[in-house]
């Protein structure tokens, strides 16, 4: 089983939309095997986004990203870094299909509800900069049989 971090940004948080990424996430089969809220420090925050500094948003995104509260979790599953990338839509909420997370509530691209990993190298990294092994646990879902 693959496993990917899925954060809800401080706009998802703050309007409410918490419930529905996890629901989203869990009806495709997916796990949730680490979760956690808190606010975000800056230098976590620069962590999270070290690929982005040098941009010229790079200051408001950091800015916005510890605004908030923010849903941090680790979901496991087959696939489930391609899987949560389809469930989440694209970046741009213009161009994210409807169905999706984005599509659905995202207003500007600067306020997209949620990020996810986009590769196993970053899902690793990214886990690892919130979670440690004893945030993990192991269950079975009810559904797996059927799943899997």
Not at 5 to 11: A, G, L, R, S
Not at 19 to 29: A, F, P
Not at 93 to 98: F, L, Q, T
Request: hydrophobic fraction near 40%; aromatic fraction near 8%; charge should be neutral.
């Amino acid at each position: 089983m693959e496993r990917t971090f899925v954060m809800v940004k401080p706009d998802g948080v703050c309007r409410g939309l918490v419930g529905e990424v996890i629901s989203r996430i869990e009806k495709v089969g997916l796990k949730i095997v680490a979760l956690k809220m808190v606010q975000l420090k800056r230098q976590q925050a620069e962590q999270l986004y070290r690929v982005h500094q040098g941009k010229p948003f790079y200051e408001k995104l950091i800015s916005y990203v510890t605004s908030a509260p923010v849903v941090l979790m680790v979901v496991e599953g087959k696939d489930a870094i391609t899987v949560v990338r389809k469930i989440i839509g694209a970046t741009d909420p213009v161009k994210a299909s409807p169905g999706t997370i984005r599509g659905d509530f995202s207003l500007s691209i600067e306020r997209n509800v949620v990020h996810a990993s986009d590769s196993k190298e970053t899902a690793d990294y990214e886990i690892g900069l919130f979670f440690s092994d004893e945030d993990f646990v192991s269950y079975e879902r009810a559904d797996e049989a059927w799943l899997y």
